[in-house]
């Protein structure tokens, strides 16, 4: 199953609301995770089932769709929220998107 | 406190082999499924090992089967990934990871670089 996201890179500023945008190639019903990464470590799970919080993650974090079409919605954008967001289908063998890379205005 | 650490990483030949492994700390490590999943340079990660928690379940990538294999010892609380016929396409950031139910990891180690040159 190959995954798409979009944009490629997002500039928002601190406060403002981040929307990112991710297709599966088919239906991975709602088997749809959402991590983060920053440079130099691992990547973090923010999001599972399409739309559950991770333990710890903040409720500013949100996830929703299911079958093809997923977004991840951060609301009130902080500082330390810049970073690549990958989602990753689990339905089938585990593949991630190319990643959508958000800076901080 | 809860930790991964990878170890094994380094320069390699192509053609070459490489052993890396996974020590874990502060989690019942047998319970957990464990995963390699590599990220070559600026680009997504990538699953290539999977292995449950009894070692009887185990799948590999396409871009892997037959030249990787993954094996885990749960009274030392380690996972390895033994790998065969290293090809230049092989360079990554070798990340184990782990999780308690689906293939979502929720807990990964800091990584190991492979890289395959001549």
């Known amino acids: 199953i190959v995954m798409t996201q979009s944009p490629v890179t997002l500039s928002v500023s601190p406060g403002e609301r981040a929307t990112l945008s991710c297709r599966a190639s088919?239906?991975?019903?709602?088997?749809l995770a959402w991590y983060q990464q920053k440079p130099g470590q691992a990547p973090r799970l923010l999001i599972y089932?399409?739309?559950t919080r991770a333990a710890g993650i903040p409720a500013r974090f949100n996830g929703g769709g299911s079958g093809t079409d997923f977004t991840l919605t951060i609301s009130g954008l902080q500082s330390e929220d810049f970073g690549i967001y990958y989602c990753?289908?689990?339905?089938?063998?585990?593949?991630f998107g190319p990643g959508t890379k958000v800076h901080i205005k | 406190q809860v930790q991964m650490v990878e170890s094994g990483g380094g320069l390699v030949k192509p053609g070459g082999s490489l052993r890396l492994s996974c020590v874990a700390s502060?989690?019942?490590?047998?319970?957990?499924?464990m995963a390699w999943i590599r990220q070559a340079p600026g680009k997504g990660p990538e699953w290539i090992a999977y292995?449950?928690?009894?070692?009887?379940?185990?799948h590999y990538g396409d871009s892997v089967k037959g030249r990787f294999s993954v094996s885990r010892d749960n009274g030392k609380n380690a996972l390895y990934l033994q790998m065969h016929s290293l090809r230049v396409d092989d360079t990554a950031i070798y990340f184990c990871?782990?999780?308690?139910?689906?293939?979502?990891?929720?807990?990964w180690g800091q990584g190991t670089p492979v890289t395959v040159s001549s």
């Open positions: 990871a782990g999780g308690e139910w689906r293939r979502y990891p929720h807990l």
């Open positions: 502060g989690i019942r490590f047998d319970s957990y499924y």
């Open positions: 292995i449950n928690s009894r070692a009887d379940n185990i």
């Open positions: 088919q239906s991975v019903d709602s088997d």
């Open positions: 089932e399409s739309s």
């Open positions: 990753q289908q689990y339905n089938e063998w585990p593949t």
